[in-house]
């Protein structure tokens, strides 16, 4: 089945009491049994709900993956998959990755003795040199959030492979229309589904794809036990969104394509980065592992001034200042001060997040709207 036809059908089938072709809320917190342990496969809605079921059906068939595990967040999945951990444990992550994931291993997990290794995963001889009895995790975000640097998936596997260690590929900037970590040898792929996946700015979710059936069975049981679910309406608009995610992102990376050509040409830019530009860096790898570079742009200017830069993002029009991103409307954030603030500065500006930094998570407008409403934006600085 190929992906427009799974994103449609997969997980999803008509409700055997009305015919309803959508499905239903099941607005639910327990359900009825004939006697004591004799139900009809659900008893508690934070252990099982149809319509969670359904959307985790759908996602596993979207990632290629075993089982899906949904959580109330992006980061309440990630905490599940960190709490598979034990104190003494410890993490190799990318050293460019969202402020909150940061936050969560440096600032919560830390507390309780697991340790976290941040590092560029272009070199996997710096990478092996981090490695250790007790490295259990290899944390991937490809494209990485805000510098859209990407990291050779296989490569790390086989790394990881070697010492017998899981990795986590951190999907959300890619969506899986344009990326399937699993296929690649990772064991699990997270997704902040609040993104690409919802698709509509509406609603906040995440979850954990995995290889097997012994790490989805731990999952389950942490998402029983910890409780950190998401509800049926919340399970449902992310079951719509999917059902347009490859229409959506491939027009919003047709209309990113165009707009980081036209910074990359503009007199007040500095550097544009964009993976699908010949000297981004691993652009090789991004054509290999990606169907296309994704619908997120972000660069600063010629003079790295953080005044000038939110000026510019205070004219924009159709672009709207927000935090988040993946949805049809186009957003600009600043990383600094918004999505990046957690991470200390000296550490962010060695991954080249300056002060002038901005992302744009391109949508699905007009894209000649979308690059007159820039223009009208540079012409006030």
Not at 79 to 94: N, Q, V
Not at 127 to 143: G, M, S, Y
Not at 250 to 260: S, T
Request: glycine share 8%; with cysteine.
């Amino acid at each position: 089945m190929k992906f427009g036809t799974k994103a449609i059908h997969a997980g999803v089938e008509p409700d055997p009491s009305t015919g309803a072709i959508m499905t239903p809320i099941f607005q639910t917190s327990t359900y009825v049994q004939s006697a004591p342990g004799k139900h009809q496969g659900f008893e508690y809605a934070r252990t099982q709900n149809p319509t969670r079921l359904a959307l985790e059906k759908s996602l596993a068939a979207l990632e290629n993956g075993h089982d899906a595990i949904c959580f109330g967040s992006g980061l309440a999945a990630m905490d599940a998959i960190l709490k598979t951990l034990s104190p003494g444990d410890e993490i190799i992550s990318t050293n460019d990755l969202y402020g909150g994931s940061y936050r969560l291993m440096t600032k919560i997990y830390s507390r309780f003795g697991i340790k976290s290794h941040f590092v560029n995963m272009d070199d996997t001889k710096k990478l092996e040199k981090l490695i250790n009895a007790n490295t259990k995790l290899i944390w991937i975000e490809t494209p990485t959030n805000p510098m859209l640097n990407i990291v050779d998936i296989r490569k790390v596997v086989r790394v990881a492979s070697k010492h017998k260690i899981k990795v986590c590929v951190d999907n959300t900037f890619a969506s899986p229309y344009l990326q399937n970590p699993i296929d690649m040898g990772a064991d699990m792929v997270l997704h902040s589904a609040t993104k690409y996946l919802g698709g509509h700015s509406d609603v906040i979710l995440g979850a954990v794809v995995v290889k097997t059936a012994a790490l989805a069975k731990e999952l389950h049981f942490i998402q029983n036990a910890a409780g950190a679910v998401p509800g049926p309406q919340d399970c449902f608009l992310v079951l719509r969104g999917i059902k347009t995610l490859h229409l959506r992102v491939e027009r919003a990376c047709k209309n990113a394509k165009k707009i980081a050509k036209y910074l990359q040409m503009h007199p007040k830019v500095g550097k544009v980065y964009y993976p699908g530009f010949k000297d981004h860096p691993n652009h090789e790898v991004a054509k290999k592992q990606m169907r296309d570079f994704g619908a997120m742009v972000s660069f600063d200017l010629k003079k790295d001034s953080e005044s000038t830069a939110r000026k510019i993002m205070s004219s924009t029009k159709l672009f709207s200042l927000a935090e988040s991103l993946g949805g049809v409307e186009s957003l600009i954030g600043h990383p600094a001060t918004m999505t990046h603030a957690s991470i200390p500065k000296k550490d962010r500006m060695k991954v080249g997040l300056t002060d002038s930094l901005m992302r744009l998570s391109v949508g699905v407008e007009d894209v000649d709207d979308l690059i007159e409403d820039l223009e009208n934006a540079f012409a006030n600085i």
